[in-house]
């Protein structure tokens, strides 16, 4: 009974191992890039988060309002920082060097253009 009992822990143990040796890692799967942006209020920061969310690879986007940095984790193998940049580009936001798109921007509610000079939150 002693030996069956040794058997069985020894058997759960090797599975066990098995089942956290072959567990997906984060490793190179995920990056994470900080781009500037030209946000300025909450309608900003919902819109930037959303459209982000509908690009491939991306797992997650949070804007800080207050430093315009959007901080992005995303898998490498389907979308780039370019892409990334593209997205908010087109969107209506300034992402570093990549300027607003035109459409885009024209498209933003009042709050959210760069020359209103409205009040922002």
Known sequence: ??????LTALTSLLLLGNLFASAPTRDDKEK????????ICGMCKSRIERN?????GVKEAD?????????????????????????ISKTGYD??????DEAGYNKLPSC??????MAHQ
């Not at 994470?32 to 946000?39: G, H, L, M, R």
């Not at 804007?63 to 593209?86: C, E, G, Q, R």
């Not at 959210?112 to 000079?117: I, L, T, V």
């Open 52 to 56: 982000l969310s509908y690009e491939k």
């Open 32 to 39: 994470e890039v900080k781009i500037k942006t030209s946000a």
């Open 95 to 100: 992402a570093e060097e990549v300027a607003a």
């Open 112 to 117: 959210c253009k760069k020359d209103s000079g």
């Open 1 to 6: 009974m002693l030996r069956n009992l040794f």
């Open 63 to 87: 804007l800080d309002v207050k430093s315009k940095v959007v901080t992005i984790k995303y898998n490498p193998a389907k979308t780039d920082v370019s892409k990334l940049k593209a997205n």
